[in-house]
């Protein structure tokens, strides 16, 4: 690590230019800087995806590297979460973080009105709701309890039921396919590949559609989506009339049944 996203959602492009957006990178995530430009940086995420970067919106100072690296970490599992300079809702907003951003914890545990003192990988000091925060799940390999996993994956990609379709996005105020699968499997402790198919040196793979079993993914051409049990999905669409993470199935005669997805689904895939 020789960088660390400060900006609350960090947008990566293909170029050192904005452009089509490639992925949303949160606060809190370290990253390795492949290249520099003025004013820009090619990054590799932790999660091993690559793209450039505004250079304000990382930090590649080393002091506050390693005191991050040392520190310890809390997840920010509310949907938007403002820091602020005092604890009281009247204090000066510093940041607004989202869903999936880490913050470091600077105290044994909410105080009496329920705040939580925190720092920023930027350095700012401030307070936010301790409800908003939990403790990260490491990411590390396959969960050794598939039933667990599969229901909190589950749990966690329709957390974001209704938030708009964003190509590339990665946060609550806007996801794509992709990035919802990842951005759930993430949160649950498993790194798996950003975009809509499986690659080889990640933990998923193929298995057949018909054994697909509640958090596995189902795939069709440029599309990947959730199951979730019963010939339904989860997923974010461009679909018109969706625009949005929406819940769809593959049985006809279901309300929700999306003809064209049964149509041309390609296949499926496990971690397990």
């Known amino acids: 690590m020789n960088a660390l996203i400060t900006a609350s959602i960090a947008s990566l492009y293909a170029g050192p230019r904005p452009g089509t957006l490639e992925d949303e990178a949160l606060c809190g995530v370290s990253a390795q800087v492949l290249e520099r430009e003025e004013g820009w940086r090619r990054i590799r995420t932790s999660y091993r995806y690559e793209g450039w970067v505004r250079q304000e919106e990382l930090t590649e100072d080393p002091a506050l590297l390693r005191r991050w690296e040392e520190a310890p970490k809390l997840l920010v599992w509310q949907s938007c979460a403002d820091i602020l300079e005092e604890a009281r809702v009247q204090g000066r907003c510093l940041a607004t973080l989202v869903r999936g951003c880490l913050v470091e914890p600077l105290d044994q545990g909410p105080d009496e009105k329920g705040w939580r003192r925190v720092r920023l990988p930027d350095g700012r000091q401030g307070f936010t709701p301790g409800k908003f925060l939990l403790p990260p799940v490491p990411v590390g390999g396959v969960p050794e309890d598939e039933e667990a996993f599969r229901e909190n994956v589950t749990k966690t990609a329709l957390a974001y039921l209704g938030v708009q379709y964003r190509w590339g996005g990665r946060s609550p105020w806007g996801i794509d396919c992709s990035g919802l699968c990842f951005t759930a499997y993430y949160l649950n402790g ?54 949005g993470v929406a819940v769809n199935s593959l049985t006809p005669g279901d309300p929700l049944f999306r003809t064209d997805l049964l149509e041309t689904m390609t296949g499926a895939g496990s971690i397990f």
């Open 190 to 243: 498993v790194s798996i590949y950003r975009d809509a198919k499986i690659l080889e040196g990640f933990p998923v793979h193929a298995i057949p559609a018909e054994q697909a079993k509640k958090g596995d993914l189902l795939f069709f051409p440029g599309h990947v989506a959730m199951y979730l049990g019963d010939g339904r999905f989860v997923h974010s669409t461009s679909h018109v009339g969706t625009h």
